[in-house]
């Protein structure tokens, strides 16, 4: 009877972290999906020690389990996509820090360099 009780307990928990998980992907912040994780993973692997009753339950509920987990996995890999294209974005704007485009009288391309306010002038 303990047993079903603490195992469920854990179950309940499982599945809130795994919860919790998916908000920390869709609203940040992304520095909390550590300390998260880490209790997914205890839950798990102590659900997973645990006596027959805990495996049962365990099995009962794996569908939906390995269903968050593959969706968190999803929203994992698109945020870290996302982080990739931000970085590209932000050194793409450093590299054409100092170039303007523009074009000629008669209509060529031309890039000119800038000086950034202070540097390149004695006084």
Known sequence: ?????????????????????RQILLCGPLSDLANVSARRDHLLESLLGGGPVSKRLLAERLPEIKAMATRNG???????EGMKDAQKAVEN??????????YSRDGARM???QTMP??????
């Open 1 to 21: 009877m303990i047993d079903m009780v603490l195992a469920r307990g854990k179950l309940r928990q499982l599945i809130a972290a795994m919860e919790s998980e």
């Open 74 to 80: 999803a929203l994992l890999k698109a945020a870290m």
């Open 93 to 102: 704007m450093e590299e054409n820090l100092n170039k303007m485009d523009t």
């Open 111 to 113: 890039v000119v360099a």
């Open 118 to 123: 202070g540097k390149g002038r004695r006084v």
